[in-house]
C-alpha cells in the first residue's frame, strides 16, 4: 500500500528554451507556453487526485528553468541540502529554492560548497543515496551529502550527454525497501554498470526507445509511476511488478530536458508534511 507523499513544484510561467545547457535544448523550437502550463497542471492534478499534497514554488523571471524543481534541492527526513548549479544560467534558483524552505519551516537547510543539482543527481532509497556525476554534480558533492544526511552514498558515472542528470537515466520504484528500481544501462560508466547489477540484480532494465523517451525521468509513490506517455515500454514491465503505470503527457517541457521528476520535487518527511502529521496523530 503506497503512503500519500508531498511534492514541490514550480508553474512554468517563465518557461522558454533561449540557450542551450544540455543535449534536449534547441533555441530554434520554440515552446508554446500555454500547452506547457496545461501539461504541467495535468501533472500537478494527477498527484492530487492521488492523494498527494502538491506545494507550489513561485516562479522568478528570467529563470526559465525554474520548473525543474528537482534540481533546487534534496530532502531526507527534513533536512535539506540546497544546491550549487553548474552553470550561470541557473544560479540564481539555489537561492530562491533555499528561501521557500526557510520560509516554510525547514529549520535545517544547508547551502552547500560543491556543485549538486538536488535530486536530479540524487536518488534516494531505502538504505543508500545514488548520485549521479560527469556532466553536472561534482564528485564532492558526494561526501558533503554523506556528511550531511548521514548515509552512504553510491557515485555512479554518467558517460551520454543525453542524460546528463542521473534521474534522467534512474528511477526508485519503491523507497522503502532496496531493490526497487528502474534503469538504463548505457548511460552508465561500465564500473558504475557493474556496481548497479550488484546491487539492484532484480532491476527493471529499460531498452533505448524508453530512455529516449526520457522514461526513467519518473516518479513512482511506491504504486503508481507517472512517467511520460511516450515511454510505452515500461508499461506492461511494470505492471508484471505489481506498479500501476500512470502515463503523463510533458512534451513540452521535455524540450527544456526534464520530464515528471525534473519538476517534481519530493518533500520527505519534513515540516506539516503527511509523514509527520501521521506521526504525530
Not at 539555489?94 to 516554510?104: I, M, Q, S, T
Not at 534503469?183 to 530512455?211: H, K, N
Request: with cysteine.
Amino acid at each position: 500500500m503506497y503512503a500519500p507523499r508531498r511534492f514541490l513544484m514550480c508553474p512554468p510561467e517563465h518557461f522558454r528554451v533561449t540557450y542551450s545547457i544540455n543535449p534536449w535544448m534547441d533555441p530554434a523550437k520554440p515552446v508554446d507556453l500555454p500547452l506547457a502550463a496545461a501539461q504541467w497542471e495535468d501533472l500537478r492534478d494527477r498527484y492530487r487526485s492521488l492523494g498527494h499534497t502538491v506545494e507550489e514554488l513561485e516562479p522568478r523571471p528570467g529563470l526559465p528553468d525554474m520548473v525543474y524543481a528537482a534540481n533546487g534541492a534534496t530532502v531526507v527526513e527534513g533536512r535539506v541540502l540546497g544546491a550549487r548549479f553548474a552553470h550561470r544560467e541557473r544560479e540564481a534558483e539555489a537561492e530562491a529554492h533555499r528561501d521557500w524552505y526557510v520560509a516554510h519551516g525547514f529549520a535545517d537547510v544547508r547551502e552547500p560548497e560543491h556543485i549538486n543539482e538536488g535530486e536530479g543527481d540524487f536518488a534516494v532509497t531505502a538504505s543508500w543515496l545514488l548520485a549521479g556525476r560527469g556532466f553536472r554534480s561534482s564528485p564532492l558533492s558526494h561526501g558533503e551529502a554523506q556528511e550531511f544526511f548521514g548515509r552512504p552514498v553510491i557515485g555512479l558515472d554518467l558517460v551520454d550527454p543525453r542524460y546528463y542528470h542521473l534521474d534522467t537515466a534512474l528511477c526508485v520504484l519503491d523507497d522503502t525497501v532496496d531493490g526497487e528500481v528502474m534503469y538504463y544501462p548505457p548511460a552508465f560508466s561500465t564500473g558504475s554498470r557493474a556496481v548497479l547489477e550488484r546491487l539492484f540484480p532484480d532491476a527493471l532494465v529499460a531498452t533505448g526507445p524508453d530512455a529516449v523517451a526520457l522514461g526513467l525521468n519518473a516518479v513512482s509513490d511506491g504504486h503508481h509511476v507517472l512517467l511520460p506517455q511516450a515511454a510505452a515500454g515500461l508499461f506492461d514491465p511494470l505492471r508484471e511488478r505489481g506498479y500501476e503505470p500512470v502515463p503523463v503527457d510533458l512534451t513540452e517541457l521535455l524540450k527544456g530536458g526534464g520530464s515528471v521528476k525534473c519538476v517534481t520535487a519530493e518533500l520527505r518527511a519534513g515540516p506539516g508534511s503527511l509523514e509527520v502529521s501521521q506521526a504525530g496523530a
